[in-house]
C-alpha cells in the first residue's frame, strides 16, 4: 500500500474508533515506510547528520494565537523556508492567546491527519503534553517555538534567545531610563505562558543586584495577548500605583498597548515603557516620544528554523540531543543544547537610531 493510501485508511480509523487505536494499528506500517538509512537511524533512536534532507514532508504550525502579526510573521518565515525544502506548510491555530483546549484539539486534528511534524508555541507548558506525546507516538516530531512545553512532550525547542539575555536586558533598560530608583510594574502575556513566566523569573532575579535596591517591583498583570486587556491593566496599573516610574512588557501586544494608552495620556514620556516589541508597532511611539528603547529578535528567523529543525528531525539527520548538530539553509549550522533547546541567537534593542532599519 503506498504510503498516502496507508494514511488515508489510518485517518479514517482514526475518525472512527479512539486515536490510541488507530495509532496501533498504523504506528508499524507508517515505520517500515521509511527507506532510507537516515529514516532507520533515527528509527533506532540514532542521528545520521548525511541522511537526505526529505521532500514532500507536510509541517503544521499552531501558534500561541492567530492574527497576532508576531506570530505572522513567525509562520511566514516557517512557509518561506518549507517551500524552499520542497516541503508544505500548513497553519492552525485559536485566535485567544488563552484557549488552552482550542490548542490541545488543533494538536489532536494534526495528529489525526498525520501531519510529518508540528511547530506549537505552548500557551501552557503541561496542557499540550498528552496530545503531544500522543503525536510522538505517531511519529510525527514536535518542536516547540517561542514558548515551550516540558521538555519530555517534544523534540526540541527553538528559543528566541537565551531567557537570560530576555530578561536582564528588559530590567537593564528600565533601570538605565528610570535613574535606578522608583516603583515598576510588568504587564505580562498570559498567566500560564512558559516564556514569559520565564523571563519574569530572570527579571526579579536581576532585580535583586543591591544595584536596584532602590527599586520595587510593585506588580504583575496579565492583558492575554489581548489588546483591549492590555490596554485596561495598564489604566488600572497607573489608577493602583500613582508613584509608578515604569513598566516592562515582554509580550508585543502588552507593549503596543501600553504605548498606546501612555501615549494618549499625561503620563506620556514621564513613565517609562520598555519591553519586547515589533518595531512597525512600536515606530510611531519611538518616534513621539512614548519609548525610548525596546527589544525583540527576527520572528521570521524564529519560523525559519522551527521549520528547519522539523524538516530535519523528520529526515533522520537529528533527534533532539544535546550535541547533535544541523545545517539550518543559510541560517548556517546550530547545535542542539541541554534538553533539547536551540537558540536562535540574541535579541536587538531597537531606539529611535536603528528602528528605520527594520521592516518586521
Ligand atoms: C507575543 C507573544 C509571544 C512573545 C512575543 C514577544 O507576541 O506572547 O509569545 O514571544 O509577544
Known amino acids: 500500500m503506498r504510503k498516502s493510501s496507508i494514511r488515508r485508511t489510518c485517518a479514517a480509523l482514526a475518525a472512527v474508533t479512539s486515536l490510541a487505536l488507530a495509532a496501533t494499528a498504523c504506528g508499524g506500517t507508517t515505520k517500515e515506510d521509511v527507506k532510507d538509512e537516515g529514516g532507520k537511524a533515527a528509527a533506532a533512536g540514532k542521528a545520521d547528520p548525511n541522511a537526505e534532507t526529505k521532500k514532500g514532508l507536510t509541517v503544521g504550525f499552531l501558534p500561541k494565537q492567530v492574527n497576532n502579526p508576531y ?60 496530545a503531544l506525546k500522543q503525536a510522538m507516538k505517531n511519529d510525527i516530531k514536535i518542536v516547540t517555538y517561542d514558548s515551550d512545553t516540558n521538555p519530555e512532550c517534544r523534540n526540541a525547542f527553538i528559543s528566541q534567545a537565551s531567557s537570560d539575555d530576555i530578561g536582564r536586558t528588559q530590567v537593564q533598560q528600565m533601570a538605565e531610563q528610570i535613574g ?10 498570559a498567566q500560564t505562558a512558559t516564556n514569559q513566566n520565564a523571563w519574569i523569573e530572570i527579571m526579579k532575579d536581576e532585580l535583586k543586584d543591591p544595584k536596584y535596591k532602590d527599586i520595587k517591583l510593585v506588580k504583575v498583570a496579565y492583558g492575554d495577548d489581548d489588546a483591549q486587556k492590555s490596554f485596561q491593566q495598564t489604566q488600572g496599573l497607573l489608577q493602583e500605583h500613582p508613584n509608578l516610574k515604569g513598566i516592562i512588557s ?44 525596546f527589544e525583540l529578535w527576527d520572528p521570521a528567523k524564529l519560523g525559519e528554523l522551527a521549520a528547519r529543525t522539523a524538516v530535519a528531525l523528520a ?3 537529528i533527534t533532539g540531543k544535546e550535541g547533535e ?28 537610531d536603528n528602528v528605520d532599519q527594520f521592516d518586521f
Open 315 to 317: 529526515s533522520g539527520q
Open 250 to 293: 515582554p509580550t508585543t501586544v502588552g507593549i503596543k498597548a501600553a504605548a498606546q494608552y501612555l501615549s494618549g495620556s499625561k503620563y506620556k514620556g514621564k513613565v517609562k515603557l520598555t519591553g519586547l516589541g515589533t518595531p512597525n508597532d512600536m515606530r510611531k511611539y519611538v518616534k513621539n516620544g512614548t519609548v525610548e528603547a
Open 71 to 130: 506570530f505572522t510573521v513567525a509562520d511566514k518565515g516557517g512557509e518561506k523556508a518549507l517551500k524552499e525544502l520542497g516541503s508544505s506548510y500548513k497553519e492552525v491555530g485559536t485566535s485567544s492567546g488563552t484557549d488552552t483546549a482550542g490548542q490541545v484539539s488543533y494538536v489532536n486534528t494534526l495528529t489525526q491527519q498525520q501531519v510529518d511534524a508540528i511547530a506549537v508555541s505552548a500557551q501552557d507548558p503541561g496542557a499540550l503534553c498528552t
Open 180 to 189: 535606578n530608583k522608583g516603583e515598576i510594574a510588568i504587564l505580562s502575556a
Open 325 to 352: 548538530t544541523f545545517e539550518a539553509g543559510a541560517m548556517g549550522e546550530y547545535t542542539i543544547g541541554k534538553d533539547g533547546v536551540i537558540n536562535l541567537g540574541k535579541p536587538t534593542v531597537f531606539t529611535a
